[in-house]
């Protein structure tokens, strides 16, 4: 019984490493075709007119033949143009070659070689390669070659569906060149829809992903992640609109000595004592919004928190990064805080105002000793009057 369980247990957990891998390697796959996709346009032509090269040696039709070997020659020259990113002459190159083996494999095998169709195939290539190299009022040049387009595969339909061709194919030979041009038509439709849903797609989530930084950006400070003025304030305010759960407590920390540490250590070690300090009010006071007020100043909203045991808390904090120097380069730069406290009160109508009071009380702090917490114009572990 416990073999077959683990039968099929095993299994499923393959199937989702598995597909969790081929999803991987998909998204790869396409971000690399989206990124390098004229690259991969001339390669494909290249072994396209290789393909060809090789029908029509066997149908014995030199011409094409030597058109056939031309055409890779221009296509492996455009691969340098690729990779030194010259694009335009590649676009213009695709189209001229392939309108010009349309047409002059047509007038020589006539209409049922199927040739035609890689007028079609090239449809996909003008417009997406297109709309990458032209903006704006520009991009009227694909409306254009499209019709220019167009007019060829009218021309050639015109004149050599019922023409007698120079090179009379043998069925299965006919059947072959169709059956091939009818392939690279749908491949070409759906390669380049399917690049282009992805690349739209992709740019899609890019944008939102740098709308999100953006709007983190706004409410975060760079150097800590900490929530900014901006970010914080709201959160204070909305504490305070009636309705609201009303019990709360704002510590302002301000680090101690700061600048003597920047003078001393550099604004490096500086910055780094400022992400330590940070990490360590972090970890201690999970649950709470932090945010940097500006330089070496520290505000902390503690909700739910009243008096008492926002004392004790803030307390804790402070010997505990006293306890823990940070580490710079070899060295343990020591450093305190200085808190100012004050518990919401309805006599409050702003953020500020609170804010203010915890501020003046962490001043007096400054005042006083350093490194210790001001609360009510008390220490903390001074006896209540």
């Known amino acids: 019984m416990r073999k077959g369980l683990e039968r099929t247990t095993i299994p499923k957990n393959s199937e989702v490493h598995y597909g969790m891998k081929a999803s991987n390697i998909i998204g790869k796959t396409m971000h690399f075709l989206v990124h390098n996709s004229f690259l991969f346009t001339v390669t494909v032509m290249g072994v396209i ?39 335009m002459p590649v ?20 209409w049922g070689g199927g040739s035609y169709g890689f007028l079609c195939s090239i449809v996909p290539i003008i417009i997406y390669f297109g709309c990458f190299l032209w903006k704006g009022s520009k991009r009227w040049a694909i409306v254009w070659l499209l019709i220019l387009n167009f007019a060829v595969y009218v021309y050639l339909y015109l004149r050599y569906a019922k023409a007698q061709p120079v090179y009379e194919l043998p069925f299965a030979i006919k059947s072959v060149l169709t059956i091939f041009a009818s392939f690279v038509m749908v491949f070409s439709v759906i390669f380049y829809n399917v690049v282009y849903i992805y690349a739209s797609e992709y740019e899609r989530v890019s944008l939102e992903k740098k709308n999100r930084q953006l709007s983190a950006d706004a409410r975060e400070d760079v150097l800590t992640n900490l929530l900014n003025r901006r970010g914080f304030l709201p959160l204070v305010e909305a504490l305070m609109k009636p309705g609201q759960a009303k019990h709360f407590c704002i510590a302002f920390c301000d680090i101690d000595n700061f600048k003597r540490i920047n ?59 006293e306890a823990n120097p940070t580490s710079f380069f070899n060295k343990r730069i020591q450093a305190t805080l200085t808190i100012g406290l004050e518990e919401y009160r309805d006599s409050y109508h702003s953020p500020e105002e609170i804010i203010k ?29």
């Not at 029509?56 to 020259?77: D, I, T």
């Not at 902390?300 to 990064?321: S, T």
């Not at 962490?362 to 220490?379: A, P, S, T």
């Open 357 to 385: 009071v915890a501020d003046e009380r962490m001043y007096y702090g400054k005042q006083h000793g350093k490194n210790i917490l001001i609360y009510d114009d008390r220490k903390a572990g001074d006896e209540d009057v």
């Open 263 to 321: 003078d001393s250590y550099g604004h490096d070690c500086g910055d780094e004592v400022l992400r330590h300090i940070t990490k360590l009010i972090k970890k201690e006071m999970q649950g709470c919004d932090i945010c940097r007020w500006g330089g070496e100043e520290i505000i902390i909203l503690m909700r739910d928190y009243d008096m008492a045991v926002a004392k004790a808390k803030l307390e804790y904090v402070r010997g505990y990064v």
């Open 49 to 87: 007119h290789a393909t060809l090269l090789v029908i029509m040696w066997y149908a014995n039709v030199m011409p094409l033949v030597r058109f056939n070997v031309l055409s890779v020659v221009v296509y492996l020259f455009c691969i340098l143009l690729c990779k030194a990113g010259h694009i």
């Open 91 to 110: 676009y213009v190159s695709i189209l001229l070659e392939v309108t010009a083996y349309a047409v002059y494999s047509t007038s020589l095998i006539g």
